[in-house]
């Protein structure tokens, strides 16, 4: 069966200070891969999908990136955290073929708080 | 108009009611449609896809009206497990983007 987990689940980070979240997803190949955020009182906002590897779509400017090293590795990242990075990290996966009507699943989350 | 829209509630109901919510989609030609559950500072999880003939699962039914551009969800017999936020959540295409999620309605199921 397929498996997603994501790292770390809490992180306390000052103001200025790098980020990165991984994600690794198991049991399937190829596999459709985003981050998501849900700030305090907010729906989920999509930020990166991927198709592939090396193929990055960021949905919102902001100073985040993400990347795909691997097929079923995706990492966000951020050289300088703002205040307003604060939230609850998602990444999720779906699958390529449309069969599943493109069904979504969630990892655990991250939850980041700037200071 | 936001794509999806929901009722954020809460919706304070006592065990063993009936409880119905709705959403609104912007996008007429959105073509797969889910209800997902959140529990508090959880991740969302597939409560049920929604299926253009309606579906039922257990004491969940989900129903999709095209011409009228909404879903709803009525949780039947509601049990103090059910408490927690329900997001509605749309595919805008048939595959290779992401979904759009609504801001979701919370449940709240006391005894």
């Known amino acids: 069966s397929q498996t997603i987990h994501q790292w770390p689940a809490t992180l306390v980070q000052p103001v200025g200070s790098p980020l990165s979240l991984e994600c690794t997803v198991e049991g399937t190949s190829n596999p459709n891969l985003y981050w998501y955020r849900q700030a305090a009182g907010r729906g989920l906002q999509l930020l990166f999908y991927?198709?592939?590897?090396?193929?990055i779509s960021s949905e919102v400017p902001q100073n985040l990136s993400a990347s795909r090293p691997q097929d079923r590795q995706f990492i966000l990242s951020s050289k300088k955290l703002l205040l307003s990075d604060s939230g609850f990290y998602l990444c999720a996966w779906s699958a390529q073929t449309s069969s599943s009507g493109n069904t979504i699943y969630f990892g655990e989350g991250s939850w980041l708080t700037v200071v | 108009r936001k794509e999806v829209e929901q009722d954020p509630g809460p919706f304070n109901v006592p065990e063993g009611a009936t409880v119905a919510f709705n959403c609104t989609y912007s996008n007429s030609a959105s073509q797969s449609f889910f209800w997902y559950r959140q529990d508090c500072r959880k991740e969302p999880k597939l409560l049920m896809s929604?299926?253009?003939s309606g579906n039922e699962d257990g004491r969940f039914t989900a129903q999709l009206n095209r011409a009228s551009q909404y879903i709803s969800l009525l949780i039947r017999d509601s049990k103090l497990s059910d408490s927690a936020t329900y997001l509605c959540?749309?595919?805008?295409?048939?595959?290779?983007?992401?979904?759009?999620f609504g801001k979701g309605t919370t449940l709240s199921v006391s005894s």
């Open positions: 991927s198709v592939g590897i090396g193929q």
């Open positions: 929604v299926y253009s």
């Open positions: 959540v749309v595919n805008p295409i048939q595959a290779g983007t992401a979904l759009i």
